[in-house]
């Protein structure tokens, strides 16, 4: 175990929203709606049911010291209390019917996202992480990475939702509802950013022990920015050019590492783990769970389960050098 302070924050250099009333896209922002009016009408149900009771305490006859209140007084008109039935029965059905007609229309809306010329990203769970593969028919467009989308703002993207294991739940509530990852099943749901930001997105389905470790930062991007992004992720790894990166690529190659992970551009070829070859572009590591520093990095290798109790990752207590190169390389891929 190291002596190092280790920070369990995610990075504090952008403010992270993570908020359903605070809609920064279409699809958020008619969830919205329909969430204020469910919550207008609502309050008029609540205010009339309070107003009711309170008439009803206002008249209720009062008994006597030792004696029993006469109900007998409050009998009504036979004819009286079927209409106080009948009413209560319409305008209920009346109040359900406009939550009906809400809910509809909302989920029309929510369709109407234009998706031709949207960004497709087929996104993974697993436990307890997100394997995020960015789409295209050409094949040198396509690329792989984990624990972070990027989005380009102002354009809809079609996310194609699956699972490795157990049902997890996408949920980014600043931009979209919540859709079930469905292991056997593909589920999809449409987003747009219509301002650029973080957006917390959280598993929002128990998934198991560190379910609530399982979050993932989604930044909404100027097109040009995200076109900058793809275009690097889209390389293979950088060659190491310093003999201590030459070294920690021999230490990471030479290791448990590649049993699990990927870095394209070396034979690290696994696939249980999440993709490294853009590794040190990404804010987070182990989903969201720490900010992405040497610190806890180094942190994270020597002992996962300090963090994430019942991670797949195992302990790697490396020698100090080894560490360092280590590092170094893993720092080195941008
Ligand atoms: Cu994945 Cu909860």
């Known amino acids: ?19 359903a009333l605070q809609p920064e896209g279409p ?14 009408l609502c309050t008029v149900v609540f205010a009339v049911i309070v ?4 008439y009803a305490l206002w008249r209720a ?14 009998a009504r ?40 010329e949207a960004v497709n990203i087929e996104l993974v769970g697993h436990m307890w992480w997100w394997e995020a593969r960015y789409l295209s028919d050409d094949p040198t467009q396509r690329f ?21 294991d157990v049902i997890h739940t996408l949920w980014v509530p600043n931009l979209a509802g919540k859709r079930d990852m469905i292991p056997g099943r593909s589920t999809t749901i449409a987003l747009q950013a219509d301002r650029p930001g973080v957006y917390r997105a959280q598993c929002a389905e128990f998934c ?8 993932l930062p989604v930044t909404a991007q100027a097109p040009a920015d995200y076109e900058q992004w793809a275009a690097a992720q889209r390389k293979p790894s950088v060659e190491p050019d310093t003999d201590r990166r030459r070294r920690g690529r021999d230490v990471f190659l030479g290791t448990t590492c590649v049993m699990c ?26 989903a969201g769970a720490l900010k992405n520093d040497r610190a806890n990095l180094q942190a994270w290798i020597v002992d996962p389960q300090r963090f994430k109790p019942g991670a797949n990752m195992p302990a790697h207590p490396f020698p100090a050098d080894d560490m360092t190169a280590l590092l170094d390389y893993l720092e080195s891929l941008k």
């Open 261 to 286: 992970h990927t870095v394209a551009g070396t034979t690290a070829r696994g696939t249980l783990g999440p993709d490294l070859t853009h590794f040190a572009s990404r804010p987070t590591l182990a």
């Open 144 to 164: 792989t990475t984990a624990n972070e989308l990027r989005l380009p703002v102002g354009r809809p993207v079609l996310v194609s939702l699956k699972s490795r």
């Open 208 to 215: 198991g022990l560190e379910h609530a470790l399982m979050a």
């Open 27 to 40: 699809q958020a922002q008619a969830i919205f709606g329909l969430w204020n009016f469910t919550l207008a």
């Open 1 to 19: 175990m190291t002596g190092t302070a280790v920070s369990t924050q995610t990075a504090a250099t952008q403010q992270v929203l993570q908020n």
């Open 77 to 116: 008109p036979e004819r009286r209390v079927h209409g106080i039935v009948l009413w209560g029965t319409v305008i209920s059905a009346v109040g359900l019917v406009m939550l009906l007609v809400a809910d509809v229309w909302t989920a029309r809306a929510l369709a109407r996202l234009p998706l031709k």
């Open 51 to 54: 107003l009711a009771f309170l």
């Open 61 to 74: 006859p009062r008994g006597h010291a030792g004696t029993a209140p006469d109900l007998g007084s409050l």
